[in-house]
């Protein structure tokens, strides 16, 4: 597997999901960084995107997880920046394909759509899935 190292950051909608995979990160020994936010207060999704697009499109960090209520305002907001892949992920085939074939390397979820449990095998799959690269690289690099 890549040397992970996770950049992730949520706003007041994905606060509580962001906090689960951050034990779940920890559990595993994985090197994260949480750009926030930090409380429940209501902030604005588009902030938080954009670091973590900035820290992924740096080589600063190898992935990035975004969580808001929906995970729309997130995915939207990311795939803004040149070389961010971000995909919204509700189930664990996209979340495997979204790293097999597209080299997504933003993960966006949404608190308010999908359980917390689900959340969290997307979270593990994503993260072990590599790129499986041959005409996937040539779809991905049309895009880039
Ligand atoms: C915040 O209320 C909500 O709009 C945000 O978390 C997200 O769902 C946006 O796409």
Redesign the pocket.
Known sequence: MEDLKVVIGS?H??FHYKESIIEYLKSRNIEYFDVGTHTRESCD?PEIAKEVAKKVTSGEFSRGILV???G???SIAANKYRGIRAALCGDTYSARVSRAHNNANVLCLGERVIGEHLALDIVDIWLKTGFEGGRHKRRVDMIE
């Open positions: 706003d909608g994905g999704y808001c209520g929906t729309i305002g997130m």
